[in-house]
């Protein structure tokens, strides 16, 4: 399972850090990554971190955010910074091991 942590709220510019604990899943074999929602849209990929350590990002967030993952700890971040109102969104960690697995989703809010 995956268990999602770190979101709130911030002022437009500022930083949020999001982690994503999993349990269960063999983590070294698995790519991981975030999703997000805003109201009325659908779900949508914001960034990947692969097995072999490759990243990759939507384009609306390059630069800005970075994703990370620690093989020890079993988990992935993502440091998301100079966030902006139209980030606002719930956050699911993913992953596909065996089945698909969502984390529950943690509100970001950016206010302007």
């Known amino acids: 399972q995956l268990q999602a942590s770190g979101g709130g709220l911030v002022q437009a510019g500022g930083s949020l850090r999001l982690s994503c604990a999993a349990r269960?899943?063999?983590?070294?074999?698995?790519?991981m990554s975030w999703y997000r929602q805003a109201p009325g849209e659908q779900r949508g990929l914001v960034a990947t971190?692969?097995?072999?350590?490759?990243?990759d990002y939507a384009d609306s967030v390059k630069g800005r955010f970075t994703i990370s993952r620690d093989s020890a700890r079993r988990t992935v971040s993502l440091r998301m910074s100079s966030l902006k109102p139209e980030d606002t969104a719930v956050y699911y960690c993913?992953?596909?091991?065996?089945?698909?697995?969502w984390g529950q989703g943690t509100q970001v809010t950016v206010s302007s």
């Open positions: 269960g899943i063999n983590f070294s074999i698995t790519g």
């Open positions: 993913y992953t596909f091991y065996k089945r698909p697995w």
């Open positions: 971190s692969s097995s072999n350590g490759s990243s």
